[in-house]
DNA sequence: ATATCATGTAACTGTATGGTTACATGTTAT
DNA sequence: ATAACATGTAACCATACAGTTACATGATAT
């Protein structure tokens, strides 16, 4: 379903990116469309290897592609990446608070799950010996 | 240093991302800290799947741990996510780029259909023959 | 000391990836 | 038709990973 479609949609997208020639392979698409050939002139890698890449970029549609002669044009589509970002949103509000209180708010939410202190400030324990 | 360099970083991070349950790890954490065990409860793989799953989120940063007894609480670490949003960032110029393409697409199909004039420029076709 | 709990690791399996070379397919030029 | 070009795919290899079960380690409680 559609849940399923953003799951899968984003393990295909996290999975190209994960692959750094595949990155270099969207950055220089930035820079405009490219047929198969040129893209590979520009790696130290087999032109077959490429290929493979192109066909991952393809899979999670980081990449368009069409005909033009006996080229093939590869296209950036930045659309998966909109997904990623807006996967991200989640996390973005973490690293917008600051630091310190990211930390305690994390130990106190643990805190109040396990009714358990958490190790790290107070020390006043119960009758328990410490150390 | 132990950072490498950013694509390293990228890469772990991605390569950790890629899968479905640490994806779903991460968002469980990010309620809070919990110990691996609690963790493994929340999915239906046996506990060292979840923990070589830790292992990699480990290795990309994404989660740190400390001993809390005989626990192991994992708490989420956002920072990686932060160097994924700065690299989207050279992206996101372009979607929203498409975007206003896309409002000018649609502006002068308006126009055509309207006769109106829109901001984009008609275009003059040369003597090529057109249909 | 011993049993128990919490967790990581080893060993193993099946599958995917990243690389290579060799080959197949389709397009353009002669 | 034939040669040359652009590109994808097959076959093969080595490595990584996602999952399993069995075992090792370390902390708590008795």
Redesign the pocket.
Known sequence: MRNRSVTYLLEATF?AL??P??RAVLDLLRRGSQ????I?GAF?????????????LRRAHLVR?H????????QLNPEPLRTVDKWLEHYRTFWTMNLTSLKNFVESEYAKETGKQSSVKPRAKNSKGEN
Not at 44 to 56: F, M, Y
């Open positions: 999975q994960a692959d020639t595949r047929p198969a050939g040129q590979a130290p890698v087999s032109r077959p290897a490429i290929s493979k890449h192109l066909r991952l592609e005909r033009e002669g006996r080229h093939r044009v590869y």
